[in-house]
């Protein structure tokens, strides 16, 4: 039987409500919703520590934080200390299976910390900084876009209260309403 391919992506800062395949109308997020529709969605998650390192932690090794050692969010200089190395965790397990892992994107812990560790010491990963290629210039290009969002929905908010409040005033000559 082949193995299958496994991609886990991990965010922070939001609901699945805001993802177009749990039924946001504004984002429109149709790899995301490719990738969940082919694959496994957990739909009924909970977190074991509501802070983020900790949470990642529990999702490296399958621990609570008091058993792999990260109970808050900090970037001490010696965190491996705090880390219990001894504890293993899932991508070392897969490469022990014989895949090959990797980690991108957003560590949110700087320095000598936990997932700098993590990933370069135990996992080999190479770090490349600074560099942009093709995948990050595309993301650059939807932050733009975003921000024009952003600016869009905005502008029709203010649109908005302004036609809302021109209703309130024409209610307000009929006798219908008070405006305040």
């Given at each position: 039987m082949k193995r299958p391919n496994i991609l886990f992506i991990m965010t922070d800062d939001h609901t699945p409500r805001e993802m177009s395949s749990y039924g946001n109308t504004i984002l429109n997020t149709p790899h995301l919703d490719r990738i969940g529709n082919e694959g496994t969605r957990f739909n009924h998650c909970c977190t074991t520590n509501a802070l983020c390192a900790p949470a990642r932690g529990t999702v490296l090794t399958g621990c609570f934080s008091h058993v792999h050692?990260?109970?808050?969010?900090s970037e001490v200089a010696d965190a491996v200390e705090v880390f219990d190395p001894t504890v293993p965790t899932f991508p070392e397990l897969l490469q022990e299976a014989g895949y090959r892992t990797a980690?991108?994107?957003?560590?949110h812990i700087r320095q000598e910390s936990l997932l700098e560790i993590l990933v370069v010491e135990r996992f080999e990963l190479e770090?490349?900084?600074?560099?942009?290629?093709?995948?990050?210039?595309e993301i650059t290009e939807q932050?733009?876009?975003?921000?024009?969002?952003?600016k869009e929905l905005q502008d029709v908010i203010s649109n908005q209260k302004i036609e809302i409040r021109k209703f309130e005033e024409t209610m307000a000559k009929k006798?219908?309403?008070?405006?305040?």
């Open positions: 050692g990260i109970r808050g969010n980690l991108f994107g957003k560590y770090q490349k900084v600074g560099e942009q290629n093709q995948e990050s210039a932050i733009k876009k975003g921000k024009e969002m952003v006798g219908k309403y008070k405006v305040e």
